[in-house]
């Protein structure tokens, strides 16, 4: 895009001109939409009180033109346009675009006979009238004017330190004051300014000097017509008698001699208050070799019929701008000018967009500059169509400043005396080129150009900076070009090939690196843009090679030559994920890479980024010459590198659980196999989870907060090209339960000479499914009895005969249940009898049966024989059976047992 444009003048910088983001027109896509919607009437910038354009729907043209073709009045306006006008007190209506009868047949094919000026108090509150405006459906388009920016800042005449210039030897022509203007040709001599940095002027006027057919329009403040440098280069209407008050040659203006005053609508041209449009006039076509003064670049060389002329086109008067641009845009192209110089814009922000009217008279200029009323070059203009150019404005701001951010017109940016911006040049995408706009902080560093005698006390010529000085370097360059080369059948678009394609041999984003692609393609050079061409292009580039990453690809090739221009001005890369071909290739934008400065063979590189891992490009590299002449097309196939995604390691592989105020950790290990940055996110149920990562690690935590249920926390680890990887850990909140015993664990009788016993604990004791639990069990006696837990399984096995208790604990860390039970380990299994106990007895005598026998007759004899007791029992499991032998003397007796599986006999002693 573009930006548009504002001076600067003296030391002081000079901050003019401007524009924010466009918000009525799609400048890019060339919408005709309206400068205001009819449903979007916010202000983006404050207007000229008291005053709109209009432009009409062609009917209500059709109507207006019966009543009167010329002029108009509110009395007799249609009666749907009249109740608008009288809603809002309009005071005034006339045509925007004076009427020129030699044109008016294009100037109604383009809709210019449409716009209208509405005036009204200028107490009244100009967005609710802009807004009633807009309502009415037969205006196709309501905007606010906006005043054109002037600076403040007068000329300076003297530097900080004495003048150093070359000799007269080193000047082409006789003009005492070309050795201040570096501008043209700078030797290097004053502090920190660079030799060649300048528009390579001396060059160029070895071809030409500029001749009298080519008419530059200086749309700004007026030219000192009585300038001692200046009066020989200005334009006369020849058809108009000064002063007679009478519109002689019937273009619509009276006594418009010199050009036309926009401001004061008269004939008679004035001064802005610095004489911003002198100063810019000088630079375009000061006179050249008179012996007087400076040179303008396109100033001729002093034979009579050199020189192009300068036609002043006044939107500024005194210390206003009268925001008449437009106007006097379309006056130039109606008489004669083919080049159409703005040193102006908005004060910043601006109006956000170019205003319609102002666009529509670009567009006109640009079409109809040089023609007659069907488009056709007319037979004494040196071109066909116009150009317009712009200076980019000295906000020292990045943004879209209008009218010079239009893409039709180009964009200049202003030069120090050492290649880089001018400290206050604005900047963007949409600059075109850089040309010298001065700088106060190098010595004699400013544009040094004619000023009016009459504003500085007799001084004709002082330094200014701005980008308001390095347009007319341009405009001056074109006019240079249609004087050599114009003629019928050239062209404005051959033009702005060559102002566009004709560089210095630096490389403007290497001097300017925190600006790349912000400040223009490059430095303008005035000889080059003269060059013969002789449509060889150039050569193809066939070493592209590619150092591949990730997602980005460093493309590598040497510069080429060409055969005619030495090397191309610029490259086109065309680069895509699908195969290129000589017959698509151009189907896709390519990236642009400024070539100037570069020699033949140097590498140029461009790096190309947001690409797809592990995918195939197709990329080719396209020279091309300051002609639009292209290399041949090669292909070439290159690969990004195959990206990894991240590593989880260490997931827990159960799920968690957790309940009450217990606190659960784990820890993750997060990795990438490619040494990539990598993140992670959480999804899924985050409530009660949280991670603290260290290096590598990811440490969790996890609280029963989210109500009870089972869930998934989903751990995301994505690297810092994208790919990513992700598990699921589940998890479950529950209610707490401790653990308890619901089914004792009997008495056991066990054989020393049998396997260990296996009990399943899970039979006997109760705990929540899930919950991790400790079960553990102890002997009181290993001699006896051994007892060990794996897993849930209790295994109890005899050692040797006796008694002794197992104790079997459960625990789930907060709570523990527990059980005993006694074990009676017997020699042999089999035996009807396993023990009798204690030897010697005193009160009870216990015998320890075989729990296969039910019931069994117990008879106990004297050593004489003598039954001494006799009782019948009823065996009960492994609990033994107790004898009462109280009553029985102390003495030595015979114990026999009699049951279904045998008799049993022993002797025991009572104590």
């Known amino acids: 895009m573009k930006k548009h444009l504002f001076y600067a003048l003296g030391f002081a910088s000079l901050l003019l001109g401007g524009c924010s983001q466009d918000r009525f027109i799609d400048l890019e896509a060339g919408s005709p939409t309206s400068a205001i919607s009819k449903s979007d009437n916010s202000s983006l910038g404050k207007g000229i009180p008291g005053i709109a354009y209009i432009k009409v729907q062609d009917a209500l043209r059709e109507e207006i033109r019966k009543i009167s073709p010329n002029t108009i009045s509110l009395n007799s306006v249609p009666s749907s346009m009249a109740a608008t006008l009288k809603s809002i007190k309009a005071q005034n209506i006339e045509r925007l675009f004076t009427p020129d009868p030699r044109f008016e047949k294009r100037m109604h094919r383009e809709g210019l006979d449409r716009w209208f000026i509405i005036n009204f108090d200028e107490q009244q509150n100009l967005e609710q009238t802009i807004t009633t405006l807009a309502t009415n459906p037969q205006f196709e388009i309501v905007e606010k004017v906006y005043a054109q920016a002037i600076p403040t800042q007068k000329a300076t005449f003297s530097a900080f330190t004495p003048v150093v210039t070359r000799s007269d030897n080193d000047m082409p022509f006789d003009d005492p004051e070309l050795k201040k203007q570096w501008h043209y040709k700078n030797f290097g001599i004053t502090p920190r300014s660079v030799e060649g940095a300048d528009i390579n002027l001396f060059e160029a006027w070895q071809q030409t000097t500029g001749t009298r057919n080519v008419i530059v329009s200086v749309v700004d403040g007026g030219i000192d017509s009585g300038h001692e440098d200046l009066k020989d280069n200005l334009w006369i209407n020849k058809g108009e008698i000064p002063g007679n008050g009478i519109d002689d040659d019937g273009n619509g203006f009276v006594d418009d001699v010199y050009g036309y005053n926009f401001v004061s609508d008269k004939g008679e041209v004035t001064l802005d208050d610095v004489g911003h449009g002198t100063h810019v006039a000088g630079t375009i076509a000061a006179r050249n ?21 300068l036609m002043s086109c006044q939107i500024f008067e005194g210390a206003g701008g009268s925001g008449q641009g437009a106007r006097a845009t379309v006056y130039g192209a109606n008489n004669g000018a083919v080049i159409s110089q703005n040193s102006w814009g908005y004060d910043y922000p601006g109006p956000g967009s170019i205003p319609a009217s102002i666009r529509e008279a670009i567009d006109y200029f640009i079409k109809y500059a040089g023609c007659d009323n069907d488009g056709k070059q007319l037979p004494n203009s040196p071109m066909k169509g116009g150009v317009v150019i712009y200076a980019a404005g000295n906000d020292d701001k990045d943004y879209l400043s209008y009218p010079s951010a239009y893409p039709p017109v180009i964009s200049v940016s202003a030069m120090a005396p050492n290649w880089e911006k001018a400290w206050y040049t604005n900047r963007g995408d949409w600059v075109d080129i850089m040309a010298p706009g001065g700088d106060e902080f190098f010595t004699n560093g400013m544009i040094y150009s004619t000023v009016p005698a009459s504003l500085y006390d007799g001084e004709m010529y002082g330094y200014m900076q701005g980008t308001s000085m390095a ?7 074109a006019a240079l070009i249609v004087s050599k080369l114009g003629g019928p059948g050239f062209t404005n678009e051959e033009l702005k090939i060559r102002l566009l394609g004709s560089l210095r041999p630096e490389n403007i984003d290497a ?13 303008i050079d005035a000889a080059l843009t003269l060059a013969e061409n002789q449509n060889k292009k150039p050569e193809t580039v066939s070493t592209l090679k590619a150092e591949a990453e990730y997602t980005s690809m460093t493309l590598k090739w040497v510069a080429v030559k060409d055969e005619d221009d030495g090397t191309p001005v610029r490259y086109l890369l065309y680069f895509s994920d699908k195969p290129l071909t000589a017959s698509n290739y151009k189907d896709i934008t390519p990236y642009t890479i400024n070539a100037q400065g570069y020699k033949v063979g140097e590498e140029i590189t461009h790096k190309v980024s947001n690409l797809k891992e592990n ?16 290399s041949d097309f090669m292909s070439n196939e290159f690969q990004t590198r ?12 159960n799920a968690i659980r957790v309940s009450g105020a217990e606190i659960q950790n784990f820890t993750v290990k997060i990795s990438d196999p490619n040494g990539h940055k990598i993140s992670y996110a959480l999804k899924g149920e985050n409530r009660g989870v949280s991670a603290i990562r260290t290096d590598d690690n990811l440490k969790f935590t996890l609280r029963a907060v989210a109500p009870v249920g089972k869930y998934d926390i989903e751990l995301v680890v994505t690297d810092e090209l994208g790919a990513s990887t992700s598990v699921k850990i589940p998890f479950e909140v529950y209610v707490y339960e ?10 056991m009788l066990i054989g020393k000479d049998e396997a260990a016993r296996e009990i399943d604990l899970t039979q006997h004791f109760t705990y929540q499914s899930g919950n991790k639990v400790t079960i553990s069990a102890s002997s009181s006696d290993n001699s006896i009895v051994t007892a ?3 897993a849930s399984t209790l295994s109890v096995k005899g050692n040797k005969p006796g008694q002794a208790s197992v104790n079997v604990s459960v625990s789930d860390g907060n709570e523990t249940a527990q059980t005993k039970f006694q074990v009676s380990v017997v ?15 005193t009160t009870v005598l216990n015998v320890l049966v075989n729990p296969e026998i039910k019931k069994a007759e117990f008879t106990i004899r004297s050593i004489f024989g003598e039954k001494v007791f006799s009782k019948s029992y009823t065996v009960n499991g492994t609990d033994p059976v107790k004898l009462n032998i109280q009553k029985l003397s102390a003495g030595t007796y015979t114990l026999v047992m009699e049951s279904n599986k045998g008799s049993y006999k022993k002797t025991f002693v009572k104590q």
């Not at 990894?644 to 260490?650: A, F, S």
Request: glycine share 14%; aromatic share 8%; with cysteine.
């Open 289 to 309: 070799n008179n012996g007087i003064g400076v040179c303008g670049v396109a100033g001729g060389d002093g034979n009579p019929n050199s020189g192009a002329l």
């Open 471 to 477: 347009c007319p370097h341009v405009s001056g360059i």
């Open 511 to 523: 001097h300017n690196p925190a600006y790349a692609g912000r400040l223009g393609i490059g430095y």
């Open 615 to 630: 995918t195939t490009y197709y990329a080719t590299a396209i020279a091309v010459d300051r002609w639009g002449l292209e």
């Open 642 to 653: 195959k990206n990894d995604p991240p590593v989880i390691e260490d997931v827990p592989q």
């Open 738 to 747: 401790s653990p308890f015993l619901s089914n004792s664990i009997p008495n």
């Open 788 to 790: 060990t837990v794996n």
């Open 827 to 841: 020699a042999n299994i089999g035996d009807i009898v396993y023990q009798i106990y204690p030897m010697p007895a």
